[in-house]
T-cell receptor, first 111, second 114 residues
Framework: QQQVKQSPQSLIVQKGGISIINCAYE??????FPWYQQFPGKGPALLIA?????SEKKEGRFTISFNKSAKQFSLHIMDSQPGDSATYFC??????????FGKGTRLHILP | DAGVIQSPRHEVTEMGQEVTLRCKPI?????LFWYRQTMMRGLELLIY????????DSGMPEDRFSAKMPNASFSTLKIQPSEPRDSAVYFC????????????FGEGSRLTVL
């Protein structure tokens, strides 16, 4: 069974700090790795995504780091703000076009 | 631009009743997904349509669940009979292309079965 393991389950960061969320996958049958952000009462929204031929992608304060050999990828939020408080999901899309989501990380940024 | 539209936003029903959730995908999107979200299990894919045809329904829990997509602008997810363990938030999402991984989610339908 293909899985994407996400950690930590919850995270508390001071305003201005760096938030780091990690994900790992178990096989190499994935070719696209999106991250989604979900606010309470809303649906998940695509935040940033990366393909495995790239080791890093940055969009504003959000950066994905990808380690293909270790089968790991992570989301870094620089200068974290209270408005970043949300649940974050990593995901992996397989060659057969199946999307596997991690279990999510509840991020709380202290003001 | 209108996003994915789901109805109802909230539904409270009694065990044994039929529940129908509705979804209107973004115009021009040809893939539609139904997900269920719970604290315990996270986001689970129930069924995925491409060009109105069910492609993967392996996530549909059991025969009590059924989904239809009669045309490109409408889909339903039906639970009959409903059970308390079906209580969850059900999301519909759409995307352009064949499951690119870039999904646009609706705001969800929160179902409570008493």
């Amino acid at each position: 069974q293909q899985q994407v393991k996400q950690s930590p389950q919850s995270l508390i960061v001071q305003k201005g700090g760096i938030s780091i969320i990690n994900c790992a996958y178990e096989n190499t049958a994935f070719d696209y790795f999106p991250w989604y952000q979900q606010f309470p009462g809303k649906g998940p929204a695509l935040l940033i995504a990366i393909r495995p031929d790239v080791s890093e992608k940055k969009e504003g304060r959000f950066t994905i780091s990808f380690n293909k050999s270790a089968k790991q990828f992570s989301l870094h939020i620089m200068d974290s703000q209270p408005g970043d408080s949300a649940t974050y999901f990593c995901a992996a899309v397989s060659f057969s076009r199946k999307i596997i989501f991690g279990k999510g990380t509840r991020l709380h940024i202290l003001p | 631009d209108a996003g994915v539209i789901q109805s109802p936003r909230h539904e409270v029903t009694e065990m044994g009743q039929e529940v129908t959730l509705r979804c209107k995908p973004i115009s021009g999107h040809n893939s539609l997904f139904w997900y269920r979200q719970t604290m315990m299990r996270g986001l689970e894919l129930l069924i995925y349509f491409n060009n109105n045809v069910p492609i993967d329904d392996s996530g549909m829990p059991e025969d009590r669940f059924s989904a239809k997509m009669p045309n490109a602008s409408f889909s339903t997810l039906k639970i009959q009979p409903s059970e308390p363990r079906d209580s969850a938030v059900y999301f519909c999402a759409s995307s352009f292309g064949h499951n690119t991984g870039e999904l646009f989610f609706g705001e969800g339908s929160r179902l409570t079965v008493l």
